[in-house]
């Protein structure tokens, strides 16, 4: 129901989650199934680890495997570390991690590229949870989420029937029903504001001559910044979290993010440089080998969510969005260190506004810890269907960034040997 509030990118949802789980593929589905509980469990997102597990018992799957890892066959729990790794730091991942695998526990590369993709997508999916608030309130009915609980709306009666009407419901749903109306605008006009500077960037950013030093230096004065202590939102910390139901299917569940510019491991992982490897010319090629159909769907979810627009701007109309919207889909891929050498960083700088950033530092990084206060913390005066419009955004980027390094690093492996 919450990304319903976008249709068009709902329905290539739906494809390729059908798709994944229950079409093409050499994986059975009681694996497809288990692999999305332990890529769920990592960001403690109960709601999908629910929902997930019950697809499993609906494919025949074996109840005890719900006991958690120790319960499931060594192939299957062999991917714990990989699964670890890509939830929370995927910079760690290498050639090694897919070796070991391929000889430890006999996975085929096909196998091995239909469960990162899988992992990837059920990380992305939880991250989207997580950041509209959807949970699950087992005594509840109702729709769960930030958007359909905000107090300022209209009585839940208005949601109720919505939530019951047929099944093409979620199609009427548009982000102008009457619960999407945009907030009452604020003395300081913020909106004004990003608009011209949008505007100014427009103009500047196409002709400003910049030197290649410039552009990096403008990289890392973003990613040192998003590394910074007081980055994350009050309430949101970066030490270990409280023992959850879903540490069943996790090994080391205090495993988090580490700020990329901070990391321990530092001198050994360089800038992940997307001239060398991206999306475009390289994983989609390695996907479409390994895994065919999926390729081309995920292309075009990805481009759906990159593109979508209907050019507005909280109560503004006819606004060409798109260097708002290009700087937050690069932002996540700048804190996971992921840099484009042709991509001014400036706009990012100018663009998105601190709460902004650190919306989008939390929900790609700490998905588990973010709060209503979190979600309400910035674009107050924007609707929720732009606010879920940003969730998605954060969802497919960072799905291209899981994917990006887990197979790039299968990649090395295969040419290696
Ligand atoms: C995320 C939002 C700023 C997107 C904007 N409402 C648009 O239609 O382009």
Redesign the pocket.
């Known amino acids: 129901m919450v990304m319903a509030l976008h249709p068009h990118y709902l329905q290539s949802f739906l494809e390729t989650n059908f798709l994944l789980l229950q079409s093409v593929g050499v994986l059975s589905y009681q694996y497809r199934n288990y692999i999305a509980i332990m890529a769920a469990a990592r960001h403690q997102c109960s709601y999908l680890v629910h929902l997930m597990e019950a697809h499993f018992l609906l494919h025949g799957g074996d109840r005890s495997w719900l006991n958690g890892l120790e319960h499931v066959p060594r192939k299957l729990s062999s991917l714990s570390t990989l699964n670890k790794l890509l939830a929370h730091r995927p910079w760690l991942v290498t050639q090694k991690h897919i070796k070991e695998l391929i000889h430890g526990q006999k996975w085929q590369l096909q196998e091995l590229v239909q469960a990162i993709v899988l992992l990837c997508h059920f990380h992305s999916v939880a991250i989207f949870c997580q950041g509209t608030g959807v949970n699950l309130e087992i005594d509840h009915d109702e729709i769960n989420s930030f958007y359909c609980k905000d107090p300022k709306l209209s009585s839940s009666d208005d949601l109720n029937s919505l939530a019951s009407e047929n099944d093409k419901s979620y199609l009427k749903f548009s982000c102008v029903n009457t619960m999407d109306a945009v907030p009452k605008s604020n003395p300081i006009d913020v909106v004004e504001t990003l608009m011209e500077r949008m505007k100014k960037f427009d103009e500047v950013g196409s002709t400003e001559e910049v030197t290649r030093e410039e552009m990096n230096r403008r990289f890392e004065k973003e990613k040192e910044e998003a590394s910074s202590q007081n980055f994350l939102p009050q309430g949101v910390s970066t030490s270990p979290n409280k023992t959850s139901y879903c540490d069943r299917y996790v090994i080391d569940p205090d495993f988090r993010y580490q700020d990329f510019a901070k990391r321990d491991d530092r001198s050994d992982v360089p800038t992940f440089r997307a001239q060398d490897y991206n999306w475009e010319d390289n994983a989609f090629y390695v996907v479409s080998n390994y895994y065919n159909d999926v390729a081309e769907m995920l292309d075009d979810k990805f481009k759906i969510a990159y593109n979508l ?5 909280a109560s503004k109309d006819n606004v060409d ?1 798109t260097s ?2 290009r700087a937050i889909w690069k932002y996540v891929h700048c804190v996971y260190g992921i840099m484009y050498d042709d991509y001014n960083y400036d706009e990012v700088n100018q663009l998105l506004e601190r709460s902004l950033k650190m919306f989008i530092k939390t929900v790609s990084c700490f998905p588990e810890q973010v709060e209503r206060n979190v979600y309400d913390g910035f674009w107050k005066q924007f609707r929720h269907s ?1 606010k879920v ?2 969730n998605i955004m954060l969802q497919e980027s960072r799905f291209q960034v899981g994917l990006l390094y887990g197979l790039r690093a299968l990649t090395q492996c295969i040419t290696d040997s």
């Not at 627009?309 to 701007?313: A, F, P, Q, R």
């Open positions: 627009t209907y050019k507005t701007l969005t708002l919207r732009e419009h940003v």
